[in-house]
């Protein structure tokens, strides 16, 4: 069986927030700028939604640079921790369609807007399921976030991010092994994912243009140029192969435990004492490591063995059983009265762990 990675990527992120936010926004060209304060419009462009591309405006350039290329559009500071709440929300329902794997190995968030699902399970390497699992994805953040992404799949993570930029805005792109080699190679070389600029002028010296091209060059003569290790990286990447394995984003390492109910219910009076026993063991593993947490995470999977997640950032690090159950009682009083069908095993699970300063916060209390 292939491995099936899903790749998505939000569409104009911060932009489409400020959209969302605020409907006047539109049809007008609209540019997120990080303003330096130092004088109006001085600073960079973050991003800008799709009508401001059109006029030629990109991430990085001068926002006064902006104004002139488009003088009409509306120009908003940006506001970071806002777009990450909105990020995280859409984390979780991206984790919730990854496979349940038993160390979080099947999700991986690689920058605010963009995450890869390990989806080889859950489809049982079908890349029409797929398919349809990466359209009901959209429908969710679409109904959830009102927002729109863009989806990649492929039987690596290499192809899945190249596949999901392949229809931006609103796309899905499926390239399944037998397309891969006419989805990669008729690209030119610096599109391929993890090759920069410098590489890219270096193979275009040496007669390589296209993927198709490096595929087929001396991999002898790429090790000579590149050296060993990223010489037949080159290689490998040019013929669509790469058997990396997705991870927790370095910083995020999460702890979590997770049991089977005595019974398939959904009567919280049996689902808390298997909670109460599970927080207790997360603290102990925290108190151990003296670590303490600031996102809990709670995970159901019921009696179909569909898996659900919900996650909830606190305003503060705390430590306590007490602080960590109160919020797992209320994610999952949140979650019963949303589904109907009973659950079959529960999980707790803590991120954004730090090292404990002193004693424990007022919030724990
Ligand atoms: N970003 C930024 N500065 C940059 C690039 C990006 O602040 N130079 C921020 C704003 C973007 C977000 O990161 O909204 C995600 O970056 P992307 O590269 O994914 O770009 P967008 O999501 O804005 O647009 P696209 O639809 O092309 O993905
Ligand atoms: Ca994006
Ligand atoms: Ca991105």
């Not at 976030?145 to 993570?157: F, Y």
């Not at 899905?172 to 920069?196: A, E, H, M, R, Y």
């Not at 303490?292 to 305003?315: D, E, H, P, Q, W």
Request: aromatic share 6%; hydrophobic share 40%.
């Amino acid at each position: 069986m292939h491995r099936v990675i899903l790749h998505i990527d939000m569409d104009y992120f911060f932009a489409a927030v400020e959209e969302r936010e605020n409907p006047e926004l539109r049809g007008k060209a609209v540019v997120v700028c990080m303003l330096s304060g130092r004088s109006e419009l001085s600073g960079s462009v973050s991003t800008c939604n799709y009508i401001a591309r059109e006029f030629g405006i990109r991430s990085g350039m001068p926002c006064s640079r902006a104004k002139k290329l488009n003088p009409e559009a509306v120009f908003l500071p940006v506001r970071k921790p806002f777009y990450t709440s909105v990020s995280d929300r859409i984390m979780g329902i991206l984790r919730s369609y990854a496979d349940p794997g038993e160390n979080g190995d099947s999700f991986e968030q690689i920058s605010v807007d963009e995450a890869f699902l390990e989806i080889t399970d859950r489809t049982g390497g079908d890349f029409n399921l797929a398919f349809e699992l990466g359209m009901k994805i959209k429908g969710e953040i679409k109904e959830k976030e009102k927002l729109t992404c863009s989806i990649g799949i492929g039987p690596n993570k290499l192809i899945a991010k190249m596949a999901s930029s392949a229809k931006k805005p609103d796309g899905v792109t499926v390239v399944s092994p037998q397309d891969l080699d006419n989805f990669l190679w008729p690209l030119n070389v610096s599109k391929l994912w993890g090759i920069g600029d410098v590489t890219a002028r270096k193979l275009q010296e040496m007669g390589v243009i296209t993927i198709k091209d490096l595929a087929n060059h001396d991999v002898i003569e790429l090790i000579s140029t590149f050296g060993r290790s990223r010489g037949t990286w080159l290689k490998h990447a040019a013929a669509g192969i790469d058997d990396t394995l997705l991870k927790e984003r370095d910083g995020s390492e999460q702890i979590g435990r997770i049991a089977t109910l005595p019974e398939d219910t959904l009567d919280k009076e049996l689902i808390f004492p298997l909670l109460d026993k599970l927080a207790g063991d997360v603290i102990e593993k925290l108190d151990s490591r003296e670590l303490s947490f600031r996102v809990v995470t709670l995970t159901a999977i019921n009696s179909n063995f569909k898996m659900y997640t919900k996650s909830r950032t606190l305003s503060h690090q705390v430590s306590s059983k007490g602080a960590l159950l109160g919020v797992t009682r209320e994610i999952l009083g949140e979650f019963l009265s949303e589904n109907r069908t009973k659950l079959r095993r529960v999980g707790v699970r803590v991120g954004g762990l730090q090292k404990r300063k002193g004693q424990k916060s007022l919030f724990d209390y």
